[in-house]
């Protein structure tokens, strides 16, 4: 339809006007050479707002840094962006970040005297629907707990701020009058010119054609960077190249999971009365406004998104034509709901390549196999407003080693090496983010894409008892057991690219069940079955996923000591639950560890020379917490290795009452206190039906505070182990229990879960875990424990119950006599207390150091959607206080 000429045609009811040619502005081989230096401390390369937000804070650390790019600054994908600034995220570290990058662009101008094209406009979100607007008062009560203004607002208000709006069109609106715009071109003139105040350079028109690696003892390491026009000699190098993330570090071995797409916008003619209103986010109709002088411009994220190839490195200040059969989707609700826009032409359309990843989230942090290079790429077209945030943590990971703020959800750690290699998952689990990018986030939805990814030595048993699976880190997990199969299907991608939208998707249909705000989970009372079923008789949870791993070497204990807050130097049996520190003393991992003897040789019992350890940690973090381990190793220099073995070993753990007496029908050992007390391990046999036996490392451990074991089962035969173990439960009744009821009895319990109420900015004292840290020695972390032991603690974990049966989820904002005090870091309901059960960290309003008289001495709340709820607040969860369940004392 489209033509070279400037005739409107029509297009769901809005007048159009003919789409521009595709645009690429071509390197200039022919332009005199700059001058590079021979060396610099950080190199950072690529020059859009990644790149120029990461020269800016580290310049203002005074650290010697140079840019380099390839053709002029914001020529990649940055310079068509359209630089919306929201300030509300369901995550309170996004929002954390965005207000940083915030913050930044409101004092950048009275730093370096040039406007960096920052516009407090406002931001409104448009609700169609009572689910919506549920979320919505989510978002404002993290929000008004975090001292962020907003209003819910009727339809009536909202048109008083956005006249041009159809009050009819919709129910809602959630208001945020700190939001707002920044040009890209212009913040990045501003950030490029401080940082070149503060020592740094920018060097333009000079690619960088490889990275200069050498293969040293303990892995490969950077050393330079080759230009045409020489090389740089540097340790330290920021990938900051956007669409282009994978290019440099593929040759070497090291992976990215992203993605290139066609994003697009268009640009309306003027429109009177326009001017100065705020900017529209409508995630139902999928269609966002950005106030553009008297223009719209107007976007979305469609269900089908044109994935793109490889982008050209000479694709410079480049678009692409609009495809008008992928964009249309946002206009009829565009008209809907601003009926006047219909009325106006098309001035233009932007339509460039952006880079998505399987999560919508960036990729960030240390590169696992390249010393000295740090990431900051993927932003799923969120550059603009998590530039600053993500650049000055990006800046402080150089510096320091790490972030100061717990960036878990945007380390690229988060995914695995198997995973970042994975074509297939990636372009499905990034068009699945892409196309749900405006969908509502519930505590408790799962991606239909990228699924079997991993499968443990229990999958099909799992299936065969009707387990509905969840995935976390590509592996499949059981979250509870229905009565009738509900397998996860193969990726149709919700329609699109001629594949046929499931019809009749039992899956789905369960699924849909979970995702709601104001109730509980339709599953609640099954997963409430299950979970009294391990309080009051035994149940079998198949935590096989969990990460498994062994430390091995001549320097094995030396590093269990640095890396461990607990005396690991124990008896051969003793199981140990103990903290992983950063040099503040911040929580990186909990974890079990069992000091080993040399054995047989078989993966649950190795054979090595010196000493050994074998480590149980959480398996949504399994990849993170082993490569911390590996980089400590190497930066200390132990003569020690770490070998996983997550997917060699199952893990079927027995927990309940009655576990005992279950377990011991089967194993060929004595399961007497005596001989196996809580926190041991030992090897036995465990036998089927006909007598055979089996080798199992057995550990006495509890995620859920009761009397319970696990069996570390060889994958050959870890289904046969399991059936046994089922067997003998027949008669007690022995069932299945999944994740979700897991979750809720470790909450119920007070027990943690890492990267929830348990992140790197939280210490071991302020979360209630100073048993863990030994007083003798030294520790990575010690250092920053001893000063709070000395000076006191600015926060402290508690748990809140509520005596009405409202469901919580996360989020929701806490307050102590009327005042906020902080917000839910996780929220569960606790089957036995019957009650709902939030966790949180109560810090004093003017941030002093925070005591036991403090906390009891108030009256507390939770904010639920608006309304507040008179909570009980504890120090330690109200269940078994005592801790005598988990001594099989009932």
């Keep these: 339809m489209w033509r070279i000429s400037q005739k409107l045609v029509n297009r769901g009811g809005l007048a159009v006007k003919s789409a521009p040619l595709a645009v690429t502005t071509r390197y200039n081989s022919s332009a005199s050479a700059p001058q590079i230096p021979n060396s610099a401390d950080v190199v950072v390369i690529g020059g859009g707002s990644a790149g120029c937000h990461t020269l800016y804070h580290l310049a203002k650390r005074g650290i010697k840094a140079v840019l380099l790019e390839r053709a002029k600054l914001t020529a990649g994908t940055t310079w068509h962006t359209a630089g919306l600034v929201w300030r509300l995220r369901p995550n309170d570290v996004d929002i954390q970040l965005l207000a940083n990058s915030r913050n930044m662009l409101m004092q950048l101008e009275k730093e370096t005297g040039l406007d960096p094209g920052w516009i407090q406009n406002g931001g409104v979100f448009i609700a169609h629907s009572d689910t919506r607007l549920d979320e919505y008062r989510r978002l ?94 540097t340790e330290n ?34 429109i009177p009365g326009v001017r100065g209103l705020p900017n529209i986010r409508d995630h139902d109709y999928s269609t966002y406004f950005r106030i553009q002088g008297d223009a719209i411009c107007m976007g979305g994220y469609e269900p089908n998104p044109i994935l793109l190839d490889p982008v050209a490195k000479d694709f410079h200040f480049g678009l692409y034509d609009l495809d008008w059969s992928v964009f249309d989707t946002h206009l009829s609700g565009a008209v809907k709901l601003c009926p006047t826009y219909a009325n106006y032409g098309v001035k233009s359309t932007v339509c460039g390549p952006e880079s998505f990843t399987p999560d919508h989230k960036p990729l960030m942090g240390p590169d696992t196999v390249i010393q000295g290079l740090v990431h900051n790429c993927g932003f799923n077209s969120a550059g603009m407003m998590f530039g600053g945030g993500c650049g000055e943590q990006t800046a402080l990971w150089i510096l320091n080693g790490k972030p100061d703020l717990p960036m878990f959800g945007f380390d690229l750690r988060r995914f695995t090496d198997k995973q970042n290699r994975a074509d297939q998952w990636i372009s499905e689990k990034s068009h699945e983010s892409y196309a749900k990018n405006y969908s509502m986030v519930f505590k408790y939805d799962q991606p239909l894409a990228g699924r079997d990814f991993q499968k443990d030595p229990l999958h099909e048993d799992m299936l065969a008892h009707n387990a509905f699976m969840e995935e976390k880190q590509g592996w499949e997990r059981p979250g509870f057991f229905l009565q009738m199969p509900a397998p996860v299907q193969s990726y149709d991608w919700y329609g699109s690219y001629g594949n046929e939208r499931h019809k009749d998707c039992p899956y789905e249909g369960v699924l849909e069940g979970d995702l709601k705000y104001g109730s509980f989970s339709d599953h609640h009372d099954l997963i409430g079955s299950e979970a009294m079923a391990c309080r009051n008789n035994a149940v079998v949870f198949n935590m096989s996923y969990f990460c498994k791993l062994f430390l091995e070497g001549p320097d094995a204990q030396k590093a269990a000591d640095w890396i461990f807050t607990g005396n690991t130097n124990r008896d051969a049996k003793k199981t140990v639950y103990t903290c992983a520190l950063n040099k503040d003393g911040g929580v990186e991992a909990d974890v079990t560890i069992s000091r080993l003897n040399s054995g047989s040789g078989a993966v ?36 020690a290795n770490v070998r996983d073995v997550t997917a060699d070993l199952g893990v079927i753990s027995i927990q309940g009452p009655k576990s005992r007496e279950i377990l011991q029908r089967m194993v060929q050992c004595e399961l007497s206190d005596e001989n196996i007390p809580p926190n041991s391990t030992v090897l036995t046999n465990c036998k089927d039906a006909s007598g055979k036996e089996y080798g199992v490392r057995l550990l006495r451990v509890s995620f859920v505070g009761e009397l319970g074991y696990e069996l570390h089962v060889p994958k050959e035969y870890c ?79 508690v748990y809140l119950t509520l005596d009405e049966q409202v469901p919580i989820w996360g989020l929701e904002g806490v307050y102590r006599n009327g005042e906020p005090v902080g917000f839910l870091r996780r929220a569960e309901y606790a089957y036995y207390l019957g009650k709902p059960l939030g966790q949180t960290y109560i810090q004093k309003p003017d941030g002093s150091t925070i005591n036991v008289d403090y906390i009891k001495s108030g009256e507390y709340e939770i904010d639920i959607m608006g309304k507040r709820y008179k909570a009980q607040c504890h120090l330690r969860s109200p269940f078994d206080v005592e801790g005598k369940r988990v001594l099989g004392q009932y």
């Design 140 to 233: 404002a009560t993290v929000g008004n707990a975090l001292g962020i203004e907003n209003h819910i607002l009727s339809p009536e208000e909202t048109q008083k701020v956005f006249p041009l709006l159809d009050p009819k069109a919709f129910i809602g609106a959630l208001y945020s009058p700190g939001d707002g715009v920044v040009d890209p071109a212009m913040l990045c003139t501003a950030l490029t010119r401080a940082a070149t105040k503060n020592g740094a350079r920018v060097i333009e028109n000079c690619p960088v054609n490889e990275l200069v690696v050498e293969q040293q003892a303990r892995g490969k390491k950077l050393v330079g960077v080759k230009t045409p026009y020489g090389t740089i000699k």
């Design 237 to 270: 190098v920021v990938n900051a190249t956007g669409v282009w993330g994978r290019d440099l570090i593929e040759r070497h071995g090291s992976f990215l999971p992203l993605i290139p797409m066609k994003h697009a916008y268009i640009v309306s003619e003027s």
């Design 719 to 797: 289904s046969t182990v399991y059936k046994s173990l089922m067997k003998a439960g027949e008669k007690n009744n022995l069932r299945n229990a999944g994740y979700r009821a897991l979750y809720s009895l470790s909450s119920e319990k007070g027990y943690h879960l890492w990267s929830f109420d348990l992140r790197p900015d939280d210490t071991p004292l302020e979360a209630g875990l100073g048993f863990t840290c030994r007083k003798e020695g030294s520790y990575k972390g010690k250092e920053a424990i001893d000063k709070q032991r000395k000076e006191g603690i600015k926060k402290r974990l």
């Design 604 to 639: 649950h019992d190795p054979k090595f020379e010196g000493q050994g350890h074998y480590i149980v940690a959480g398996g949504a973090s399994a990849y993170y917490t082993y490569t911390m381990m590996v980089d400590e190793i190497r930066r200390q220099g132990f003569n």
